[in-house]
């Protein structure tokens, strides 16, 4: 089997993706997965299928279908942006509808002519603004399909074509003519009667609707964006024992390039000179630097803490490190289920049945005697009073009001499909570096000697450790000066890779690092100061050594904190329903530590973005519904693949493009109050649809049964809008957990 990625354009609702699928499916030896959201279909195939042969399975079907294509640049993006136009369509479609609408709600505005100027600003608005939908409906129509579109198309083209007869052939265009506001029910011709606020307004509301669909759905590639511009963009490439900078995609497996301190490494290879730490918390989501030196191997888009590098490269492009994390991105973005509103999984069985029965009522009305005009307006009422006004805005009001009183709550919500999972959430998994730990050293505890000063052994530690440049000294330094004060000078400072550092200060040869590094100038830790290096390690943190004048004084205990906020908030998530998971690429013990201070019980560590990914999938293969919080690029892949990522507003933009909620506050309260939010925002959605469907269903055979006058169809209808808004605006009192 081969597989290929296809980029699918004309696609305008879930139900198109659907589609799609369907006819690639039907191709013998094909299996298809298509993704609306991305638009992109991943089609695994036999091999003796032509490309062309999918492509035009796809063409058959009414859409477009290419393979992929470069990644655009950014100013490409920007000017491809496919929101613009939409954002356009909507203002000028709202600008014009609003007097349409007021119009005809309040007969006391209704002067003579108003219904003409009614006529000149809705007509722009239907064919103009609301020409996608049309354009959707005609080519749905050609392959027999009927969709949301095809109710939208036919319902403002009825509203506005009844309503162009009204005026020019019947007695709507009489000057003096008065739309009442009353409510009766009355059968009538219709000739008097117009529609064009209904067919304004609804082709404002669903533009409305599309609109924030599709800006939600333009982030869906902005994480392998986001990924392909973390790598250094230079290099400083050795030819000849000459430095000479290049871009880094010239790159060569076999070239030997520098890195110098506080620069990414371009790309993979081996170090051939010099000895650093490197911060790989990015890929690995170790918290502490890896000490690196000759015939080590290093990833591209790493960090170099301190010391220059020389590095061979030995994988370049498509093969290194990041670009397979990318590549983990995006097949977890493809193979996500997708999650279709509820709008669009009805129309299926909606849109042909509205269809059937305005065609029914046409036919009954001429059959039994009714006069064409009165046929023709019990018809075109079906179609009315079915046009999903209140659907229109059932999605978008809710997720405005939600996602605005999540911003206020420091919680992003990117759109309406990211909602349903939260709903069926039972497992949260957890990130430790940064997620439920601060993702910096910090320093402690403190463990002098016997009969030593704490404050004299961080004075000294502190300074001498101030003169370095590697994390877990400047985690001594930042706690020695929060707790001792100003620090004193250091003189005839010297690092020793891998061991610690060594200096004067306050004419005290001092010594910070390994017991090594001790055992070197022949210093012993006594057994106190030993017993507290082996609880620190075996807790998983780290232990430095001091001594000064020939003798131990303290150990310095260092790690990355746990946020102090992190166990509240797992005992709430516990209470939301759902069970604590602990995943990070740090080692087991560190990790075990944090589990038991936080309240974790289970422990998933020392695990590369693969098998982050891994665990996800083997978790979703057991039949739990999972939620994924993280903040690295390490994180990315697991975020897209879980079925609702959560990522920390604190971390890497990779982790925030791949997530479907963000907590900018950097507080895991936060993702509780996000699953509350985001579930309380899908209860308002489902109601707002509910409540649109069944006004429309209702009223249905009012208007069959030609009892329907367009005052109380269209009050009908705005009565449905306002309670969708009012029920959506009770989002706003929301409150995050105390």
Known sequence: MSTVDLEIGGMTCASCAMR?????????????????????????????????????????????????????????????????????????????????????????????????????????????????????????????????????????????????????????????????????????????????????????????GRYFEARSKRRAGAALRALLELGAKEVSVLRDGVEQRIPAGDLAVGDLFVVRPGEKIATDGVVTEGASAVDRSMLTGESVPVEVGAGDEVAGATVNAHGRLVVRATRVGADTQLAQLAKLVEDAQNGKAEVQRLADRVSGIFVPIVIGLAVATLGFWLGTGGGAAAAFAAGVAVLIIACPCALGLATPTALLVGTGRGAQLGIIIKGPQVLESTRRVDTVVLDKTGTVTTGTMTLLDVVPAEDESADELLRLAGALEDASEHPIAKAVADGARSRAGALPAVEDFRNIEGLGVQGVVDGHGVLAGRPRLLAEWSVQLPPSLQVAMERAEAAGRTAVAVAWDGAARGVLVVADAVKPTSADAIARLRGLGLTPILLTGDNEATARSVAREVGIDEVVAEVLPADKVDVVKRLQSEGKVVAMVGDGVNDAAALAQADLGLAMGTGTDVAIEASDLTLVRGDLNAAADAIRLARRTLSTIKGNLFWAFGYNVAALPLAAAGLLNPMLAGAAMAFSSVFVVSNSLRLRRFKAAA
């Open 20 to 208: 799609v699928e369907k006819k690639l499916n039907k191709l013998d030896g094909v299996t298809a997965t298509v993704n609306y959201a991305t638009e992109k279909a991943r089609v695994s195939y036999d091999g003796d299928i032509a490309t062309a042969e999918l492509i035009g399975a796809v063409e058959s079907a009414g859409y477009t279908a290419r393979l992929p294509q470069p990644e655009p640049s950014a100013a490409e993006v920007a000017e491809a942006d496919p929101v613009r136009p939409l954002r356009d369509r909507l203002i000028l479609s709202a600008v014009l509808s609003v007097p349409v609408i007021v119009l005809a709600m309040v007969p006391a505005w209704q002067f003579d002519y108003w219904q003409w100027l009614s006529l000149t600003l809705a007509a722009p608005v239907v064919l103009g603004a609301g020409l996608p939908f049309h354009k959707a409906a005609w080519t749905n129509l050609r392959h027999g399909n009927a969709t949301m579109d095809t109710l939208i198309s036919m319902g403002t083209l009825a509203a506005l074509s009844w309503s162009v007869y009204a005026l020019f052939w019947g007695t709507a265009g009489m000057p003096g003519m008065k739309h009442p506001f009353e409510f009766t029910i009355s059968r009538g011709g219709g000739a008097g009667d117009i529609y064009l606020e209904v067919a304004a307004g609804v082709t404002t509301f669903i533009l409305a």
